[in-house]
């Protein structure tokens, strides 16, 4: 039934193999963080030099981000920090927190919702790390945080992180299965729980909304805009950005105080919404530009620049 | 007698939904109880799963009947409006 093509992002197969990715996850086990970290690099050399999209796709993002030419060594630190931060998730679900120094910037208005047990939606993006607000969370006993997340997308990698922690499996909420989605979703704010999902990719048949984004035309997903006005919920922003070594700065930002917006103005609404939350976006993407890791086309209504 | 007092519902939800979801151009005296609710909108309502939400709610309200996410109940009385109107005469008190 779906007319719309499928999103970039989708086309790319889950490029890594289950064996690995548990020999991985055994070794950083066995040999901790630092000696674990040395696989980093050859595993970044190895995307870089056997990935012409992740090539291409990080070229074309760095060079909006960073207002010149990216050579290639801008390219082999963005694939290195994403693989970092994929790493860490292994040490960050096990619990080995104490092992990283993660900050909170703007943590006042952005935990504020959860710290009152009042239901709020937190948007993120594929820059840095979903982790270590987790983390964070987790440290505040009171805050309910669920996560929305598509089983069936990158099945193989959740598994093997369900494996390593159970309460990664109890949090999160299942976007697929249709209308229920939803219902799910007002359930767990219902509760008064933080329903935590990514804001910067599209699923399924949505044909996302248009947005400005580093000087581009790009599209962003419509449903947690949908879900904002239709629940009059606030809604808060957050990214946790890797700053190298085991340091991590989770940025907190209320995008928009909680409104009921009448159905005839929602379309206006999630239009300003979106290129709202685009512009802070683009905000952080700039100042850590190293730590997007959407490694797709962004933009593909724009014209090649090459 | 049950066969009206079924179709009187089914006409009631109808109009539940479409003042709930504020639908234009849409008659509750001629809809098709078995249209599909959610899915393409030349067959069907053309919902989406915020309607649902909203539905669900504006179900409650009025019926004190729950939809609660991931039971099957839920599932098959999202199919039309029959079957949301059986669900509604199964579970009202």
């Not at chain 1, 690099?41 to 056997?50: E, G, N, R, V």
């Not at chain 2, 109808?14 to 899915?39: K, Q, T, V, W, Y």
Request: hydrophobic share 45%.
């Amino acid at each position: 039934m779906q007319m719309t093509p499928a999103p970039a992002w989708k086309l790319q197969r889950e490029r890594s193999r289950p064996w690995l990715v548990r020999l991985i996850v055994w070794f950083a086990q066995h040999s901790g963080r630092n000696t674990a970290r040395l696989l980093l690099w050859p595993i970044s050399a190895y995307f870089q030099l056997t990935s012409p999209s992740v090539r291409q796709a990080s070229r074309s993002f760095l060079e909006r981000a960073l207002g010149r030419r990216p050579r290639w060594t801008d390219t082999f630190k963005q694939i290195h920090s994403f693989a970092a931060c994929v790493l860490d998730r292994v040490f960050l679900l096990t619990g080995r927190d104490q092992d990283f120094d993660i900050r909170v910037s703007g943590g006042g208005s952005g935990l504020h919702y959860a710290g009152a047990g009042q239901a709020a939606i937190l948007l993120t993006a594929h820059l840095g790390s979903f982790d270590v607000l987790r983390v964070v969370f987790k440290g505040r006993r009171k805050i309910k945080l669920r996560v929305v997340m598509d089983r069936q997308q990158g099945r193989m990698i959740t598994d093997v992180m369900a494996g390593l922690n159970p309460d990664f499996d109890a949090e999160i909420i299942d976007a697929g299965g249709g209308p229920q989605l939803v219902l799910r979703l007002h359930e767990a704010l219902q509760n008064g729980c933080v329903v935590g999902m990514m804001a910067d990719r599209i699923v399924g048949d949505d044909p996302g909304i248009a947005v400005d984004f580093l000087g581009g035309r790009a599209r962003l997903p419509s449903g947690p805009w949908k879900l904002a006005a239709a629940l009059g919920l606030p809604v808060v922003i957050c990214f946790g950005v890797y700053e190298g070594g085991n340091r991590y700065t989770l940025h907190f930002e209320t995008l928009l105080p909680a409104r009921p917006v009448p159905r005839a103005e929602r379309a206006d609404y999630a239009l300003a919404a979106a290129q709202a939350y685009a512009t802070r976006l683009e905000f952080y993407a700039r100042a850590a530009p190293y730590n997007w890791f959407n490694f797709f086309d962004f933009w593909p209504d724009e014209p090649a620049r090459d | 007698m049950m066969m009206a007092g079924a179709q009187a519902l089914e006409h009631e939800l109808a109009e539940l939904l479409i003042s709930a979801l504020n639908i234009e151009g849409r008659d509750a005296s001629s809809i098709d109880p078995d249209a599909p609710l959610f899915g393409a909108h030349d067959v069907g309502w053309g919902l989406d799963s915020i309607d649902a939400l909203e539905v669900a709610l504006a179900v409650q309200q009025k019926y004190g009947v729950e939809l609660r996410a991931d039971e099957e109940a839920t599932r098959r009385a999202f199919t039309s409006v029959r079957t949301l109107a059986e669900h509604v005469a199964t579970h009202r008190h």
